[in-house]
């Protein structure tokens, strides 16, 4: 099959993720939205070419992306394949999953979006997470690219590429850590009962860089789930 033609802009986000089902509705009515409305253009594989030797056209729009947006829901090995692609030549990516076990434990140090499809307008609290990331990365894209992987500068600026290289692993290490240290010490929160000082238990910690999945264990001694995405959700909507 011979492939469609189009120039590939510079300033375009490739969207991997699985194809069919809702995974087309999502990328349709949320994905693609966020994406333009960040002034920038979407691309996913299936948008512009027919089946062919799919890897060479995967590689084009990796190299010339950028921004990569990948959607790692279900554990799907060839959004995996792409996204290591993505890694390998610095490109930062924007992960994003509806259930945190399926991010492997090396990439959890990466900003992670992660959405409730059971929780009211999560689809536009999807579209706006993704906008401010794609604007916090056009800051600062090395924040969206693990350590391993960023280049060292070659001869007269080694030093100073080593270095930022260092202090990135460094960063890299500190979130890990942070991350273990919460998930050790939930059992020992004290959550409140009060209905009003749950909501601003949750908020507090929303605010400080927990992720709703942190919250839901911290809320799991009390409530059960349905009940813990409505205390979450009424947070939400009381104090932002």
Same mark, same amino acid.
């Given at each position: 099959m011979e492939k469609k033609t189009q120039k590939i802009d510079k300033d375009t986000c490739f969207v991997i993720m699985p194809f069919g089902g809702w995974f087309d509705s999502?990328?349709?009515d949320i994905y693609k939205l966020a994406i333009e409305?960040?002034?920038?253009i979407p691309i996913r594989a299936d948008d512009l070419y027919r089946p062919s030797s799919i890897i060479d056209d995967i590689w084009d729009f990796t190299k010339s992306a950028k921004i990569i947006l990948a959607d790692l829901s279900t554990k799907n090995p060839n959004v995996f394949y792409e996204l290591g692609l993505a890694h390998s030549i610095t490109k930062p990516a924007i992960l994003l999953? !509806?259930?945190?076990? =399926?991010i492997p434990f090396d990439l959890r140090s990466l900003r992670i979006i992660e959405y409730n499809k059971n929780a009211p307008?999560?689809?536009?609290?999807?579209?706006?997470n993704i906008k401010l990331s794609i604007n916090e990365i056009l800051k600062h894209p090395l924040k969206a690219v693990p350590p391993t992987f960023v280049e060292i500068d070659p001869g007269e600026k080694l030093k100073a590429g080593t270095i930022k290289h260092e202090l990135l692993e460094i960063r890299n290490e500190i979130d890990n850590l942070?991350?273990?240290t919460? !998930?050790?010490?939930? =059992?020992?929160?004290?959550?409140p009962t009060d209905y009003n000082e749950v909501l601003k238990f949750i908020y507090n910690k929303l605010t400080n860089g927990e992720t709703e999945e942190a919250i839901h264990k911290y809320l799991s001694k009390r409530w059960e789930k349905e009940t813990r995405d409505q205390l979450i959700t009424q947070s939400k909507d009381k104090y932002n």
């Open positions: 999502y990328y349709k409305e960040s002034n920038m999953t !509806s259930d945190i076990n =399926d307008n999560w689809g536009t609290e999807l579209k706006e942070k991350r273990y919460k !998930s050790e010490n939930i =059992d020992k929160i004290d959550v």
